[in-house]
């Protein structure tokens, strides 16, 4: 480490150094462009790829258009593109972790402590299922329930999923369940944009990793996040979008459906969206 550095500069860079290493980062290169007035003309063929300069440069204020093709959608609707974000992780702009495992990512992750999150939690909750599921549900962050129990989607929200997994075929071990943050926010509030962007290359890991076949977000937080938008969910539930080579679709979060019940029918017909392109048969079709 560069001993010309300022004491506190140099810790926040070996920690930020630290962070890219759990995440399985070992070189990073500076984009000789972006540094101000000792910026040299940049070759005309890039030497580096923006995945490789951003870490360095601006972690946290990288900014990269998707392109086109991440949200076009499926099944004969029209492709639709929502409003351009700033990135919210690394893992919008570099390449899949080569040999990731789940074990691995939850290694990585440890006893985390990387953002405020970690301090009034009892249990990290991770994720639970099928580690090879073709159906991935992504929620919010953990509640009561599931920070005692270090499980997901364990309480009155989590029952409800459980029986929309059921009515749709499936058991709830076919399916792999997780959060974007894995700690849960104080008196259940959203979590803050910082906490999504430290916590969620976790998320993106686990789902490279799991590669499903549908991914369903489950509710905005959860959307958002994967599609890159701050667009209401109203706007975009039950619209297939295709997120890094998987099919994504977004629909109102159980707890929800707790405070709403007349929204049932409307996640409903997104689930059955599913089971259709799964090829899945309702258990129960009256339901
Ligand atoms: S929410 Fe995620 S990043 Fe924050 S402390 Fe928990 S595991 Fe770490």
């Known amino acids: ?3 010309r550095l300022p004491e506190t500069s140099r810790e926040k860079l070996e920690a930020w150094l630290r962070y890219y290493d759990d995440l399985g980062f070992g070189e990073f290169f500076i984009d000789r462009r972006t540094i101000g007035k000792r910026s040299v003309k940049a070759p005309a063929a890039p030497l580096q790829t923006a995945a490789q300069a951003a870490p360095i440069a ?3 204020a990288a900014s990269v258009e998707p392109s086109s093709a991440s949200f076009s959608a499926i099944r004969g609707a029209p492709a639709r593109i929502l409003p351009v974000v700033p990135a919210a992780s690394l893992f919008e702009v570099i390449d899949r972790v080569e040999g990731d495992t789940l074990e691995l990512v939850r290694e990585n992750l440890g006893e985390c402590t990387r953002c405020r999150l970690h301090k009034q939690r009892n249990k990290i909750v991770f994720g639970a299922g099928n580690p090879r599921a073709e159906l991935v549900f992504v929620g919010e962050g953990p509640g009561h329930d599931e920070d005692v129990q270090g499980l997901p989607f364990v309480g009155r929200a989590g029952k409800l999923l459980t029986q929309m997994i059921e009515a749709m075929g499936l058991e709830r071990e076919d399916v792999y369940i997780c959060n974007v943050v894995k700690c849960r926010p104080p008196e259940n509030r959203k979590p803050e944009d910082d906490e999504v962007a430290t916590c969620s290359p976790y998320l993106y890991r686990q789902l490279d990793v799991i590669a499903p076949k549908a991914i369903v977000c489950l509710g ?5 996040t994967l599609l890159k938008t701050k667009d209401p969910i109203s706007r975009f539930r039950g619209t297939w979008f295709d997120f890094r080579n998987t099919k994504l679709l977004a629909t109102y979060h159980p707890a929800y459906l ?3 019940p007349n929204a ?4 409903w017909k997104d689930l059955q969206k599913v089971m259709s392109f799964l090829g ?3 258990r129960n079709p009256s339901r």
Do not use: C, H, I
């Open 280 to 282: 899945l048969k309702p």
């Open 264 to 267: 049932k029918g409307e996640v």
């Open 220 to 224: 905005g937080v959860a959307a958002q």
């Open 1 to 3: 480490m560069d001993s």
């Open 58 to 60: 601006a972690p946290a």
């Open 258 to 260: 707790l405070r709403n």
